[in-house]
């Protein structure tokens, strides 16, 4: 959900528990109400952002030489994280419960990057990745800044990790 439903939706709710709370609040001008709510939704928004920022679990399974090489998250928009490993995309969705997707670098046959116009005055975009993953062929990472160089960054990760294991990868007949 991107900010500005966040905001609309926490409105919509104040405006709503308000009402049935039986508040007098018909002294205060309505340009200000509006300004209050949109000043405490802005609170609550940053308020879940810097918990989900705090709160990024390690997996166990993690190995000492898996180092971090980027980390983000899509533009405007609570409750997804994004980190690439040397060894594995993990992707992690939730604010208060939490889920954890992991692709497996070795796995990753190709990737995409997708901007329309807006978003290429923004520089955010979408970075799609295939891979041999049977239970998920493509992942898409959206609204990532910077799409280009991640989408080398991820490309530069993936092909190191298999040469590390010596892999190699072969077309399909």
């Given at each position: 959900?991107?900010?500005?439903?966040?905001?609309?939706?926490?409105?919509?709710?104040?405006?709503?528990?308000?009402?049935?709370?039986g508040?007098e609040?018909s002294?205060?001008?309505?340009?200000?109400?509006q300004?209050?709510?949109a000043a405490?939704?802005d609170?609550?928004?940053?308020?879940?952002?810097?918990?989900?920022?705090?709160?990024?679990?390690?997996?166990?399974t993690?190995?000492?030489?898996?180092?971090?090489?980027?980390?983000?998250?899509p533009?405007?928009?609570?409750?997804?994280r994004?980190?690439?490993?040397?060894?594995r995309?993990?992707?992690?969705?939730?604010?208060?419960?939490?889920q954890?997707?992991?692709?497996?670098?070795?796995?990753?046959?190709?990737?995409r990057?997708k901007?329309h116009?807006?978003?290429?005055?923004?520089?955010?975009?979408?970075?799609?990745?295939?891979?041999t993953?049977p239970?998920?062929?493509?992942?898409t990472?959206?609204?990532?800044?910077d799409?280009?160089k991640?989408r080398?960054?991820l490309?530069?990760?993936?092909l190191?990790?298999?040469?590390r294991?010596g892999?190699?990868?072969?077309?399909?007949?």
């Amino acid at each position: 959900m991107d900010r500005d439903r966040v905001r609309s939706v926490f409105q919509e709710q104040f405006y709503r528990t308000l009402a049935e709370s039986g508040v007098e609040i018909s002294s205060i001008p309505h340009g200000q109400l509006q300004a209050l709510t949109a000043a405490v939704a802005d609170g609550v928004f940053a308020t879940l952002a810097a918990l989900e920022e705090g709160e990024a679990p390690k997996p166990a399974t993690a190995s000492p030489e898996e180092t971090v090489l980027w980390q983000g998250s899509p533009y405007l928009t609570l409750g997804t994280r994004y980190e690439l490993t040397t060894q594995r995309l993990r992707i992690f969705k939730g604010i208060f419960s939490r889920q954890l997707e992991e692709l497996d670098l070795i796995r990753v046959r190709d990737t995409r990057v997708k901007q329309h116009v807006g978003e290429r005055a923004l520089n955010i975009g979408d970075v799609s990745i295939m891979s041999t993953d049977p239970d998920n062929p493509e992942v898409t990472l959206h609204n990532v800044k910077d799409p280009m160089k991640l989408r080398e960054l991820l490309r530069n990760a993936y092909l190191k990790e298999q040469e590390r294991r010596g892999l190699r990868y072969r077309e399909e007949s």
